[in-house]
């Protein structure tokens, strides 16, 4: 069965960090791109970072750029969201998601989620 786990999330203060992983039992993982939404209460669920199968290409939301870092291990079938200089406003539930396709922003793009890990920054 398909699954995707999210771990990691917690409670830090603002200029902290947090590391996430998204553990995958996708069959062939390494052919998946693998992205991070995130949603926060009252708020769409929004784009923040994806990785190509390769790894060679990375895509980031703009407000994240600089200071969150997306990789993956493909023998390990794991993918981390390194967030550092967190604020407040990264607040939200942190999803991982896999595409079998090319890699895009939107949520239609990906038919695999995980359940979710909550990032909560403390000012």
């Known amino acids: 069965q398909v699954q995707l786990v999210e771990s990691g999330g917690g409670l830090v203060q603002t200029g902290g960090s947090l590391r996430l992983s998204c553990a995958a039992s996708?069959?062939?993982?390494?052919?998946?791109?693998i992205a991070w939404f995130r949603q926060a209460p009252g708020n769409e669920r929004e784009f923040v970072a994806a990785?190509?199968?390769?790894?060679?290409?990375?895509r980031y939301l703009d407000s994240v750029t600089g200071r969150f870092t997306i990789s993956r291990d493909n023998a390990k079938s794991t993918v981390d969201l390194q967030m550092n200089s967190l604020k407040p406003e990264d607040t939200a539930v942190y999803y991982c998601?896999?595409?079998?396709?090319?890699?895009?922003?939107?949520?239609?793009?990906?038919?695999?989620w995980g359940q979710g890990t909550q990032v909560t920054v403390s000012s």
């Open positions: 998601a896999a595409s079998g396709l090319v890699m895009s922003t939107g949520r239609g793009g990906y038919g695999y």
């Open positions: 996708l069959r062939f993982f390494s052919a998946f791109t």
């Open positions: 990785i190509s199968w390769s790894g060679g290409d990375t």
